[in-house]
């Protein structure tokens, strides 16, 4: 039966000078979708996906492409087209012969170049400017052109090394819109690395979180959003209040372990709660308002710290004032130490 994945990794282990740095990686990716590696510096993920690129050889597992093992092929013969951080693009090249590159090194015949070339152009918005050269276009339009660059010889699969992070915001925004529109259409398969949250939930069908060289958790952002797997996982997407067994009401409490809830979960006590909702008492400690409303630091009375997080208009408390709480039951969730 035919390989259905575009990816598949299987327990890719990798040592750096004594240190480890992948420790039994698993990945699945099913065509047309895109993964995203999420963590921190240091976590593993760029080393994942150079390993993928052929740019790094495992000590061990296996790595297929499109149903190939191409665990020692070298990378130009691996079916993948790469997006490095800062664009790679050849300086004293035009757009055109930038994007041409791969395509002439193929042995492509010069018609079928150019117009895999005038396609990509129109695809990602820069017809008018084949001739110009990287020094002379904007830091948004040699991402695309990079990106143009990787798509050219239809890779089987496109990696993505934090494309989008050496852009302004107000570019990098409309800019991985835009990228997240074109890969559906081009139905491209796709992996990306990056340590923006935000970025990752937007673009990724699924999410991998990645700790010390290990997948902690991998599954659709949704449910990485409602369920995460452990402390660690909640504790980085860091949108979870936590409380600890002693906060909770009787019948809740358990050892071993705490709850968490989502950061929107956490509401005023406005006199309908639920029989088993969690009503809880506070004091506020800080307010810190920002572009999309106001966190506001509370202790409980057991000394817990929350988050409730207050729309722009609200009327806000003062600093040391009591604050009645509820969290509903439905958003609560278990987990063990």
């Known amino acids: 039966m035919a390989n259905s994945h575009a990816l598949n990794v ?3 282990r990798l040592d750096l000078g004594g240190r480890p740095i992948l420790q039994g990686i698993d990945v699945e990716l ?20 150079r390993a993928i690129a052929g740019l790094q050889p495992l000590d061990s597992g296996r790595i297929d492409v499109a149903g190939r093992d191409v665990t020692r092929l070298p990378t130009a013969q691996r079916g ?15 757009v055109g012969e930038n994007i041409a590159f791969g395509l002439q090194a193929r042995g492509d015949a010069a018609p079928a170049q150019q117009a895999r070339v005038r396609e990509l152009l129109d695809l990602v918005g820069l017809g008018e400017l084949a001739a110009r050269r990287p020094g002379e276009l904007s830091g948004g339009q040699r991402q695309r052109v990079a990106l143009a660059r990787a798509l050219a010889p239809e890779p089987a699969l496109l990696l993505l090394d934090e494309p989008f992070s050496a852009l302004d915001e107000s570019f990098r925004v409309p800019l991985r819109r835009a990228f997240r529109r074109l890969q559906r259409g081009l139905d491209q398969s796709c992996v990306l690395v990056t340590h923006d949250r935000d970025e990752a939930f937007e673009l990724a069908d699924q999410v991998a979180v990645m700790f010390d060289g290990r997948i902690a958790q991998c599954c659709p952002p949704a449910e990485l959003w409602q369920r995460p797997a452990s402390w660690r996982v909640a504790e980085f997407l860091g949108a979870f209040n936590r409380l600890e067994a002693r906060s909770a009401p009787g019948a809740w409490r358990r050892d071993r372990g705490g709850w968490i809830a989502p950061l929107a979960a956490l509401q ?3 006199g309908q709660a639920a029989r088993e909702d969690w009503q809880l008492s506070a004091t506020v400690a800080s307010l810190h308002p920002g572009r999309l409303g106001v966190a506001v630091e509370l202790t409980l009375t057991d000394g817990q710290a929350l988050t409730l997080n207050l729309p722009p208009d609200a009327r806000l408390p003062e600093p040391g004032c009591p604050m009645a709480l509820r969290l509903p039951a439905t958003a609560l969730q278990w987990l063990p130490d």
């Open 268 to 270: 005023v006590d406005d």
């Open 30 to 49: 099913g065509p047309g979708q895109v993964l995203a590696l999420l963590g921190a510096s240091g976590c593993g993920k760029t080393t994942l996906l």
């Open 80 to 94: 993948i087209g790469v997006v490095f951080q800062h664009y790679a693009l050849f300086p004293n090249l035009s």
């Open 10 to 12: 299987h327990q890719a």
